[in-house]
């Protein structure tokens, strides 16, 4: 009998374009949904009374990277620097969506804005610019560099034993590429790190105690993903997800009688 394709939710920015508001997702996300062998779908703002119904139609969540940066009033900072891009309207939804589907057990996969998204909306905070923060690097990406070379292998990320993404990659330590200028500073109760950089930073988190699986990652590994072995270890692990939740969730489609 014939299953239902499974369904990633991708989570969209707001950026204007003229006069004229467009809601936007970059395509190497889309492009690392197909590569875990789901179907993206792209999700434009919905209200917090809305979530469970589009949670209902989703078997995974990825929550993207962008340009702009989660509210800081959301962990009870003022802005730190106005001249960088914020994004106030996905905030209102991607906060309450991460919660929900955590609650529910839906597959999720949080990367750079995603990952900070989903600690801030479980109670934690974010360093508003790692660069500045004692002890800390600088993990932004070289300015005026092409794509390739800011996405390009950046720093170490040594991987917690015994947790999720040692289990997916079976690898104690591997390079990842950097393109942040915020990150996590205090994570959030129940939240269990997964890597960190050699700063000490956390590069991997995840919620144990959740029913369903969960990761968040600070670095790009939709960037080229299909090159990337360690990449190809996470879209799998996802994609392993979506499928069971959706083959426990909804199950095949209706047989249809022949004509």
Known sequence: MTQRPPIVLVTSCNRPSGEHPFHVAGRKYVDAVRLAGALPLIAPPFGADEVDALLDTADGVLLTGSQSNVHPSHFGEAVLDPSLPLD??????????IRRAL????????????????NVALGGTLYQAVHEAAGRQDHRAPAGQ????????????????GGLLAAITGRQHFEVNSVHGQGVRD???????????PDGLVEAFS???????NLCVQWHPEWRAADNPVSV???????????????RVRGPLPRVPAA
């Open 88 to 97: 106030p309207e996905r905030d209102a939804w991607t906060l309450p969506l």
């Open 233 to 247: 270890q996470l879209f799998n692990a996802f994609g392993v997800a979506v499928r069971a939740y959706r083959d």
């Open 207 to 213: 919620r144990p105690d959740a029913p369903g699986f």
């Open 103 to 118: 609650e529910r057990g839906v597959p999720l996969f949080g990367i750079c804005r995603g990952a900070q998204e989903a």
């Open 187 to 197: 994570l959030a109760p129940g939240l269990c790190i997964e890597a960190v950089a």
């Open 146 to 161: 092409p794509a390739a070379v800011q996405y390009d292998l950046a720093h170490r990320v040594d991987v917690a034993a």
